[in-house]
């Protein structure tokens, strides 16, 4: 939570800095490619966070986990 603060007041120093500071490297502002990175790093934290609230799997009987990931067909006898 605390990179998802830092990088949202990243953002919204760059857009306020874009606002006040006219300079430019290549006819783009100075402040884009900071205002990108907090972006980008504030909807990962963002995304990351959830994915990691959803519930997963803690079952602990080792018969009903496969190894690979998919479910085994039932034996038969």
């Given at each position: ?15 306020c800095?874009?606002a ?58």
């Open positions: 939570m605390i990179v998802i603060a830092a990088m949202t007041a990243l953002v919204l120093i760059s857009l800095a874009m006040i500071d006219d300079r430019t490297i290549l006819g783009e502002s100075v402040w884009l490619k900071p205002l990108e990175f907090g972006f980008a790093f504030a909807s990962y934290g963002t995304t990351l966070a959830w994915l990691l609230m959803l519930p997963h799997n803690t079952a602990t009987d080792p018969s009903t986990r496969s190894g690979n990931g998919c479910s085994s067909p039932p034996d038969r006898a």
